[in-house]
């Protein structure tokens, strides 16, 4: 199929195409949010830690991230934990350097502490573990950045 422009009309042609084009460009829906978590600017998190499997754990947890370095805190027993982070693509790893004496009946723990998986969509934070007796996850929401 051929289409016949005239010289005079060729300039608004063109422009009118121009438009269109740009338009169609930007009016693609791009909102991609981060799927890397920042670990060296602060950001503080709270939100649920549930564990499914011999325990069914369900509880809460607070997480502060600055400079590498994590603390978070829970309401399940022996629930505070701190030390150094280390992110690799959908893998992280909570290098736990606080140590508390634990009494001889010790149970397990639900700081975060060692590897596991995350996803983070900028807002929401998801980190979770599959374990031999179950899995355990923490579902987080970003309450604020400094």
């Known amino acids: 199929m051929f289409i016949y422009i005239k010289k005079e009309n060729m300039k608004q042609y063109f422009l009118g195409l121009l438009l269109f084009i740009i338009t169609a460009f ?7 949010l981060p799927s890397q978590l920042d670990i060296d600017n602060g950001k503080s998190f709270s939100g649920t830690i549930k564990s499914v499997g011999s325990d069914n754990l369900n509880g809460t947890v607070s997480l502060d991230i600055s400079n590498r370095h994590y603390i978070c805190t829970t309401n399940a027993q022996y629930g505070k ?14 290098i736990d350097t606080l140590f508390f004496a634990v009494p001889a009946l010790y149970g397990p723990t639900y700081v975060l502490s060692g ?8 807002l929401n934070l998801k980190i979770w573990k599959e374990m031999s ?14």
Not at 26 to 32: L, Q, R, S, T
Not at 82 to 89: I, Q, R, V
Not at 136 to 146: A, G, H, N, P, W
Request: aromatic share 16%; proline share 0%.
């Open 81 to 94: 934990g701190a030390g150094k982070l280390e992110l690799n693509h959908a893998t992280i790893n909570f």
């Open 26 to 32: 930007y009016g693609c829906d791009n909102k991609e």
């Open 115 to 122: 590897k596991y998986n995350y996803a983070f969509d900028g």
């Open 133 to 146: 007796v179950g899995s355990i996850v923490y579902d987080l929401k970003l309450s604020r950045t400094y």
